[in-house]
């Protein structure tokens, strides 16, 4: 097995945001791609991340398997990625082995990390047709999350024919920002209004992940299913459902 993909410092941004949400998962390489995907800690989100074989520049893959990791290990030893270097990932025995070489800074990597057992279930979030869809700058949308995260440990995001709104309420004060129909905000309703709660921390903890790997995010929202969070980057992606609050849960 040798898998390198086009773009080393995309996949070290990957692995880095995927560690806060899966401190260990099973890594699915098949003929189409990479996968790692699975609940978080407290089983209220779910991510799933793929790497197209199209987006590497080797990919041979002789047999599909499932790589168990850590994956705080497995981010650190992407730590000396940067940009103009180039990662490969290949099998030795019960091991994964990270090449890293970057000839602009004369700098050669080797890891070797033992690979784990990890009994995780195969679950996969079907297709779902939502009534509200977001299109935005990532850095708008981190940056209003985070503005409107102080205030208190949900907010709630809605869409109504004015635009989306994001707000919250806490002992210290409210807050509502809104962004608009424009060129840069593409907003899709196919309701009257849409509106659900968010915790704060799941919301920022999914920017920041998810953040550094496309200028543009997408936010697929339905009180009566899991919020989704697109990152889509050349064939490949990174999803994130949420769960709303209910009442005070």
Not at 72 to 92: D, E, H, I, R
Not at 138 to 148: H, L, M, N, Q, R
């Amino acid at each position: 097995m040798e898998i390198i993909p086009n773009d080393a410092t995309l996949f070290k941004s990957a692995i880095e945001g995927l560690k806060d949400f899966l401190p260990e998962a099973q890594i699915l390489i098949s003929s189409d791609g990479l996968a790692i995907r699975g609940m978080d800690a407290a089983h209220v989100g779910y991510v799933n991340y793929f790497l197209s074989a199209s987006d590497c520049s080797v990919w041979k893959v002789p047999k599909a398997c499932a790589l168990g990791i850590s994956m705080a290990v497995f981010a650190n030893a992407l730590g000396s990625v940067s940009k103009g270097g180039t990662v490969s990932l290949s099998q030795k025995k019960e091991k994964l082995v990270i090449s890293y070489t970057n000839e602009s800074v004369g700098k050669d990597v080797k890891v070797e990390l033992h690979l784990m057992d990890i009994d995780q279930d195969a679950l996969e979030i079907p297709p779902y047709d939502y009534p509200a869809v977001i299109k935005s700058k990532t850095v708008d949308i981190a940056g209003i999350f985070k503005e409107v995260g102080g205030f208190s440990d949900s907010m709630t995001l809605r869409l109504d024919e004015k635009g989306f709104h994001v707000s919250a309420k806490g002992d210290q004060g409210s807050i509502q920002q809104m962004l608009k129909q424009s060129m840069n905000h593409r907003l899709t309703l196919k309701e009257d209004a849409v509106e659900a709660t968010y915790g704060t921390k799941y919301i920022l903890s999914i920017l920041k992940a998810g953040g550094g790997l496309s200028p543009t995010v997408q936010l697929d929202m339905d009180p009566a299913n899991p919020l989704c969070v697109s990152f889509l980057f050349g064939s490949s992606h990174m999803l994130f459902y949420l769960a709303p609050k209910v009442g005070d849960d």
